[in-house]
């Protein structure tokens, strides 16, 4: 491996860290629908899988099986016909969508079942349990139209499942529900996967979907979102694609419900799931039920993000060294923006009480967010702060970032109008730029 290439894996590794960590004892619910196991791409799939598995990750599976049901009608010479585009399933159907999904959860069981020597699947010990945890009932009418055997959850007995789950067993959950009288109905595997993630209280959702994710007015791949934005998109409607349509909604109820992340991915693209999963950006669209990004006061916590985000910045002189002893007596003094759980943004407030100002010190933005406005949201989160304290003015001391102040309000200013103490504290060598901000 060259230099280059063992760098690369060395810094890809360290980010994945914290999101391996994360993930133990974590439940994850991955829906798909059956064109993944008809074109062979969940042979790939397995492999991610099992890395999931291996780092704890407990598993539950909802395939779907439209074409599957598509080839038995049509080889049946019968028709089908959609309302809302949920299948109408009468008795005929119902035989064809038995069949169907059973052949693709035996197909599923079979490459989960793999050992290929030599592939991330060697030596794998994943034991898949299946079985009859969904209950659902009949939709009944819609538009007129009896949907006879197509159904709607009712209920995931969690218990069950969890039961698996903690034997170390993956679940597979099929596209079928079952009633206490002993029906069979077809249900969507978006229903299902939504309704058993809110059941379980997923940390994550994954819908593996024909497109990248979702995309805005301007086509641009939409990569974070709140429900409130969702529920915003799917009133608007005339912007989303066929996929958007169906599985946004579950998307926002399963998030509405309790599930911590659901996630949009393609399932076109090698290795989808561990980019979407272990990269900060992801590949896909994300949605949460509030904002991942969060301004608050720093804690003692925050130091080793701290450190990491400000350590560049001194090692090129931007910044003023601070050690981990000093930060961690100053920390009250800082605050820090955070996106997902990632330190990506901080500064620090130090009072002058006696005449009235404060030093704004430390500011520092993670380069990915530096487009983004992270800086403008720091520096009117710090005046906010400071007017509570009865500042008057701040006043900042820089050598490479004065033109960013100045548009912000900043006017340069002489060493002696810095309040007396700071005067004395002046380093002659750094001959930092004074700026001054009326607030």
């Known amino acids: 491996m060259q230099a280059a290439q063992q760098a690369n894996f060395v810094r890809w590794f360290r980010a994945a860290a914290p999101y391996i960590h994360a993930f133990g004892g974590r439940t994850f619910v991955i829906a798909f629908g059956g064109e993944v196991v008809a074109d062979g791409s969940f042979v790939a799939l397995t492999h991610d899988l099992n890395l999931l598995a291996s780092l704890g990750v407990r598993l539950v599976l909802v395939h779907g099986a439209r074409p599957q049901i598509d080839a038995q009608l049509k080889a049946a010479g019968l028709k089908t016909q959609y309302v809302r585009g949920i299948r109408v399933t009468d008795e005929h159907a119902l035989a064809s969508v038995k069949q169907a999904s059973g052949q693709v959860r035996v197909e599923i069981e079979a490459l989960l079942s793999m050992g290929l020597p030599n592939s991330p699947m060697a030596n794998a010990d994943i034991r898949v349990a299946s079985g009859n945890f969904v209950t659902a009932r009949p939709r009944g009418v819609i538009d007129g139209v009896d949907m006879c055997y197509t159904g709607e959850v009712r209920k995931v007995d969690a218990d069950a499942i969890n039961i698996r789950l903690d034997d170390g067993e993956l679940v597979l959950l099929s596209p079928l529900g079952y009633s206490p009288t ?188 530096r487009d983004f406005g992270a800086g403008e949201q720091l520096l009117k989160w710090i005046e906010e702060r400071a007017k509570k304290q009865r500042v008057k003015r701040l006043f900042v001391l820089t050598t490479r970032a004065a033109h960013w102040f100045i548009e912000h309000g900043f006017v340069e200013a002489g060493i002696n109008s810095l309040p007396k103490q700071k005067q004395a504290l002046y380093n002659y060598q750094r001959r930092s730029k004074v700026l001054i901000k009326p607030i």
């Open 182 to 369: 002993g029906e069979i109905f077809n249900v969507t595997l978006e229903d299902i996967a939504a309704q058993t993630a809110i059941a379980l209280g997923a940390e994550k959702l994954v819908f593996l979907m024909n497109e990248p994710g979702l995309k805005g007015k301007s086509g641009r791949l939409m990569r974070e979102l709140t429900v409130s934005d969702a529920e915003k998109l799917l009133r608007k409607g005339q912007t989303l694609s066929d996929d958007a349509r169906l599985y946004l909604p579950h998307a926002v109820k399963a998030s509405k419900g309790g599930a911590a992340r659901v996630h949009m991915i393609s399932r076109h693209a090698d290795g989808a799931l561990l980019l979407e999963l272990f990269t900060h950006d992801g590949i896909g669209s994300m949605l949460t039920r509030d904002p991942l990004e969060q301004l608050r006061d720093a804690t003692i916590e925050d130091v080793g993000g701290i450190l990491r985000l400000i350590e560049p910045l001194e090692a090129d002189g931007t910044l003023v060294k601070r050690s981990r002893e000093l930060l961690e007596i100053e920390i009250s003094r800082f605050s820090v923006l955070e996106h997902d759980k990632i330190i990506v943004g901080c500064a620090a407030l130090y009072p002058f009480a006696n005449e009235k100002s404060a030093e704004l010190a430390c500011v520092a933005v993670h380069p990915d967010y």
